[in-house]
């Protein structure tokens, strides 16, 4: 179940943090806050602080850290939902929200209101918009408008507003389903504008959210639902509630990114496809597809941006004990292009072949490095190293560790030593302590700096937001804490730094947050008295230019293996010198 926002902040208003941890730990005050001995590692001198003003803790030796609820939840080994609930029962917090039959009303409420949306959307859609045209420019013909139920809403700040009212929906309902957005000085006004709607539905078809893609220039580009009382992200899979007969019969899943990938797909007969709601592809997501197949046909554009997302996908589904195939997309953006372009039975083919993701991230690292060669093997140890960190703790991790280690000629001992003596970049959530040291230091400074600023700084978000640099982040902890502080920013309307960290049930991430929350004074560069603009500003450009530094070279290496003269050797020169241009401006 998803506890609101609203009643978590009541019971961390009514919850003493002092107090609680005062129960299992002996803490003592130390200027404003409080510290003692950690509770959670061999602590032999105070290195745990509460701060009451933040309603935080952390520990700077193991780096465990987070909200009166994490708290809880390790030393209790309970669930977040189970944490809140104990600590309403301690400090008097009603808690019957949560009763069936309110619990009811309330998702019947929301359903009508989504209902009543979805009406409006549809009738808007066909009443001459330019969303039926780019709808049909886009491949999707009106059968299949009118099978999905696309639909538009107009660029209006109460379109939709006024259909709700009209049918009895309660505009706080509205609020709670994702349609309407609270205005500070009082009313309401339509969360989605100007955007091309589609439905989401859950796996038995009901409708539970939209999706909508923007028609013309604006950011977002695509924007979901918030998480509501029947809507849940990461729990839902886009098109699964049409795909799930067809999954069982083809015996496999056709894995895509995007919303339309999955439409043009669907309705060119490849009824087996789904995708994850314009956002990563998480855990529970991949749990869901197990349920149903364990034969996964991830397709990926074949550019940085696809690896990466193959470098991502290995680990969650290695960890479900589903070893993905993978098809590159080489020649268009996406599947929806490239069906397009060639045809349903030419893309079924190239399906047919698709082979091991893992094959095909060591094929790319092979590539590009000369692993024959001390700089190239090296090179392609650290591209290597994340992914095989992720899985660090993965049933499959000797014949994996096997496996990389002939690819890139590196000994096995050396990689089981080397693996030994790093930190996991991300282990699964554990509620009792764990080893997990990722703190301030452990991260690239520059993506941190980045990241970090968008916590603690207003406005930040919308500046890094408007930089673009966000997919270049390579740390892959820091990427996805910077997405969902975006999410969180979009779905609240605001960006409260302390709201934020309450909202997260992950032990890690709540750690970091902590962390940054309430840092040492000689490890803050964000401090008051620092220029924080011109360091956002200087950590932007030192991501963009690492990013340059790699490329140039990935190219270097690309080159000793072609002859001199050659068109590829030529090109690869060609954009060799325009970065070395670029790098010493």
Same mark, same amino acid.
């Given at each position: 179940?998803?506890?609101?926002?609203?009643?978590?902040?009541?019971?961390?208003?009514?919850?003493?943090?002092?107090?609680?941890?005062?129960? +299992?730990?002996?803490?003592?005050?130390?200027?404003?806050?409080?510290?003692?001995?950690?509770?959670?590692?061999?602590?032999?001198? @105070?290195?745990?602080?509460?701060?009451?003003?933040?309603? $935080?803790?952390?520990?700077?030796?193991?780096?465990?850290?987070?909200?009166?609820?994490?708290?809880?939840?390790? =030393?209790?080994?309970?669930?977040?939902?189970?944490?809140? &609930?104990?600590?309403?029962?301690?400090?008097?917090?009603?808690?019957?929200?949560?009763?069936? &039959?309110?619990?009811?009303?309330?998702?019947?409420?929301?359903?009508?209101?989504?209902?009543?949306?979805?009406? +409006?959307?549809?009738?808007?859609?066909?009443?001459?918009?330019?969303?039926?045209? +780019?709808?049909?420019? *886009?491949?999707?013909?009106?059968?299949?408008?009118?099978?999905?139920?696309?639909?538009?809403?107009?660029?209006?700040?109460?379109?939709?507003?006024?259909?709700?009212?009209?049918?009895?929906?309660?505009?706080?309902?509205?609020?709670?389903?994702?349609?309407?957005?609270?205005?500070?000085?009082?009313?309401?006004?339509?969360?989605?504008?100007?955007?091309?709607?589609?439905?989401?539905?859950?796996?038995?078809?009901?409708? $539970?959210?939209?999706?909508?893609?923007? /028609?013309?220039?604006?950011?977002?580009?695509?924007?979901?639902? @918030?998480?509501?009382?029947?809507?849940?992200?990461?729990?839902? /899979?886009?098109?699964?509630?049409?795909?799930?007969?067809?999954?069982?019969?083809?015996?496999?899943? =056709?894995?895509?990114?995007?919303?339309?990938?999955?439409?043009?797909?669907?309705?060119?007969?490849?009824?087996?496809?789904?995708?994850?709601?314009?956002?990563?592809?998480?855990?529970?997501?991949?749990?869901?597809?197990?349920?149903?197949?364990?034969?996964?046909?991830?397709?990926?554009?074949?550019?940085?941006?696809?690896?990466?997302?193959?470098?991502?996908?290995?680990?969650l589904f290695l960890s479900e004990g589903i070893e993905p195939r993978c098809l590159i997309l080489t020649e268009d953006?996406?599947?929806?292009?490239?069906?397009?372009?060639?045809?349903?039975?030419?893309?079924?083919?190239?399906?047919?072949?698709?082979?091991?993701?893992?094959?095909?991230?060591?094929? !790319? #690292?092979?590539?590009?490095?000369?692993?024959?060669?001390?700089?190239?093997?090296?090179?392609?140890?650290?591209?290597?190293?994340?992914? /095989?960190?992720?899985?660090?703790? !993965?049933?499959?991790?000797?014949?994996?560790?096997?496996?990389?280690?002939? &690819?890139?000629? =590196?000994?096995?001992?050396?990689?089981?030593?080397?693996?030994? !003596?790093?930190?996991?970049?991300?282990? @699964?959530?554990?509620?009792?302590?764990?080893?997990?040291?990722?703190?301030?230091?452990?991260?690239?400074?520059?993506?941190?700096?980045?990241?970090?600023?968008?916590?603690?700084?207003?406005?930040?978000?919308?500046?890094?937001?408007?930089?673009? =640099?966000?997919?270049?982040?390579?740390?892959?902890?820091? !990427?996805?804490?910077?997405?969902?502080?975006?999410?969180?920013?979009?779905?609240?309307?605001?960006?409260?730094? #302390?709201?934020?960290?309450?909202?997260?049930?992950?032990?890690?991430?709540?750690?970091?947050?902590?962390?940054?929350?309430?840092?040492?004074?000689?490890?803050?560069? /964000?401090? @008051?008295?620092?220029?924080?603009?011109?360091?956002?500003?200087?950590?932007?450009?030192?991501?963009?230019?690492?990013?340059?530094?790699?490329?140039?070279?990935?190219?270097?290496?690309?080159?000793?293996?072609?002859?001199?003269?050659?068109?590829?050797?030529?090109?690869?020169?060609?954009?060799?010198?325009?970065?070395? *241009?670029?790098?010493?401006?």
């Open positions: 179940m998803r506890i609101p926002e609203s009643k978590i902040a009541e019971v961390a208003a009514a919850a003493d943090i002092v107090q609680v941890i005062s129960d +299992y730990v002996n803490l003592k005050k130390a200027g404003k806050d409080y510290r003692g001995i950690c509770p959670f590692h061999g602590d032999k001198d @105070p290195s745990f602080y509460v701060s009451p003003q933040k309603g $935080i803790f952390h520990c700077f030796g193991c780096s465990v850290g987070g909200s009166v609820f994490n708290f809880i939840m390790r =030393v209790e080994n309970t669930s977040f939902v189970e944490a809140v &609930r104990l600590l309403a029962g301690r400090y008097g917090v009603p808690f019957h929200f949560e009763q069936d &039959r309110r619990t009811v009303d309330e998702k019947s409420n929301l359903e009508k209101a989504l209902s009543v949306a979805q009406e +409006y959307f549809k009738d808007s859609l066909h009443d001459g918009s330019s969303a039926k045209e +780019y709808l049909i420019g *886009r491949g999707v013909p009106d059968q299949s408008i009118t099978l999905l139920e696309l639909g538009f809403a107009p660029d209006s700040w109460d379109g939709v507003q006024g259909r709700l009212r009209s049918a009895g929906v309660d505009s706080k309902d509205a609020v709670s389903a994702g349609l309407l957005r609270s205005r500070a000085g009082g009313g309401f006004y339509d969360y989605f504008r100007s955007r091309v709607m589609i439905p989401i539905r859950d796996m038995t078809g009901k409708l $539970i959210g939209f999706g909508g893609r923007i /028609l013309g220039p604006g950011e977002p580009k695509y924007l979901n639902s @918030p998480d509501s009382a029947v809507f849940r992200k990461k729990n839902v /899979l886009f098109g699964l509630d049409t795909a799930r007969e067809a999954i069982r019969t083809e015996g496999f899943v =056709v894995l895509v990114e995007g919303y339309f990938d999955q439409i043009s797909l669907r309705i060119r007969g490849l009824e087996n496809t789904v995708a994850p709601l314009g956002t990563a592809l998480g855990t529970e997501q991949v749990k869901l597809l197990k349920r149903f197949t364990s034969d996964v046909i991830a397709v990926f554009d074949g550019d940085e941006a696809g690896l990466r997302a193959v470098k991502r996908a290995i680990p953006k996406d599947p929806d292009e490239a069906v397009n372009r060639i045809g349903v039975e030419a893309f079924r083919k190239e399906l047919d072949g698709a082979g091991s993701a893992i094959d095909f991230f060591l094929d !790319s #690292v092979e590539s590009r490095y000369d692993v024959n060669a001390i700089q190239g093997r090296n090179l392609a140890l650290e591209e290597c190293l994340p992914v /095989l960190r992720e899985i660090a703790d !993965s049933k499959e991790a000797d014949y994996l560790i096997e496996r990389f280690s002939s &690819r890139i000629k =590196v000994r096995e001992d050396r990689l089981r030593r080397i693996l030994r !003596s790093g930190p996991n970049i991300r282990r @699964p959530e554990r509620v009792v302590a764990t080893d997990h040291k990722k703190n301030l230091f452990d991260f690239p400074a520059d993506e941190r700096n980045v990241v970090r600023g968008m916590l603690l700084r207003d406005g930040f978000i919308e500046r890094v937001l408007e930089s673009g =640099v966000l997919k270049d982040l390579e740390d892959s902890v820091l !990427s996805d804490l910077a997405e969902r502080m975006v999410s969180f920013r979009q779905q609240e309307g605001q960006f409260d730094p #302390v709201a934020f960290s309450r909202s997260l049930e992950d032990h890690n991430l709540a750690s970091i947050i902590a962390g940054w929350l309430k840092p040492r004074p000689e490890e803050d560069d /964000l401090r @008051p008295e620092v220029d924080g603009d011109l360091a956002i500003d200087h950590s932007v450009d030192s991501i963009r230019l690492r990013k340059l530094e790699r490329r140039k070279d990935e190219i270097k290496e690309r080159m000793k293996k072609c002859p001199a003269g050659e068109e590829e050797y030529n090109l690869l020169a060609q954009e060799f010198w325009a970065i070395a *241009r670029r790098l010493h401006k």
